[in-house]
């Protein structure tokens, strides 16, 4: 017992070590491939020359909590209030420009839940909101701005959303035989045509006529399936108005 009453009045007497507090820079850049806790936080100090991770390409998206950690192993205190789950890390300096940077501080994205294939179809589980210290210039403000688009690239889980992540899905493919159709005013032409490229619902693709050889444009309506004639530009204008309305 005395033993213990000694061990306790000795953690009375000793006063705690407590960390620093810092708070998270509200633009986290990089300058030579190893990111540092000075980098990410404000008020680091001594320690500020701590390495966190590598920075391979243009950015890296770190794990929040990881970063909490490494930052606690080096005695500072980072509280996390805005409850963030990744910070992103862009190279460079930060240059004040809005041309290269489209949101400051501590923003909502849209992230990807899961890896995904190029020319995959989003799914809404493919997607979440999560937050980050900067947002692509392009990210989208709605799920649907992508739900239903195809991948253009391989994509990583986690990372955020760009609109240049995806495109419409092909539905016709290049050498593809494809059905030709023409409608105006009761008249309705259909033939074989050959695909010259590939294109998604509503672009215009070049196809032959199997049998006359002439090349004509054409806009892509379903798998398979071209228009000319006033059916087609109307479906080029839909295209158009729902594009730029993203």
Do not use: C, H
């Not at 002439?214 to 530009?233: C, L, Y």
Request: hydrophobic share 50%.
């Amino acid at each position: 017992m005395r033993i213990l009453a000694l061990l306790a009045a000795l953690a009375a007497a000793t006063p705690a070590l407590a960390a620093t507090p810092v708070t998270l820079k509200a633009d986290v850049f990089d300058a030579d491939g190893i990111v540092t806790l000075g980098e990410i936080f404000d008020g680091a100090g001594a320690v500020g020359s701590t390495p966190v991770a590598a920075r391979r390409g243009a950015s890296v998206m770190l794990s929040a909590a990881a970063v909490r950690s490494a930052a606690y192993r080096a005695g500072l205190d980072w509280a996390n209030a805005e409850g963030l789950r990744q910070i992103v890390v862009s190279g460079g300096a930060p240059t004040g420009s809005p041309a290269n940077v489209a949101a400051r501080g501590n923003v909502d994205v849209l992230t990807w839940t899961r890896p995904i294939s190029a020319g995959e179809i989003v799914q809404p589980e493919d997607l979440v909101w999560g937050k980050a210290a900067m947002a692509p210039a392009d990210a989208p403000n709605d799920p649907d701005a992508v739900i239903g688009l195809a991948a253009r690239r391989p994509l990583r889980a986690g990372a955020a959303v760009a609109a240049r992540d995806v495109s419409a899905p092909m539905v016709i493919k290049a050498n593809e035989i494809v059905t030709l159709t023409y409608d105006n005013q009761g008249v309705s032409l259909a033939l074989q045509a050959k695909a010259l490229s590939g294109g998604a619902v509503g672009e215009t693709i070049n196809v032959q006529n199997v049998t006359s050889k002439k090349t004509v444009q054409a806009v892509v309506t379903g798998p398979g399936q071209a228009a000319v004639g006033p059916a087609a530009e109307q479906l080029k204008l839909v295209r158009s108005s729902r594009y730029a309305s993203r």
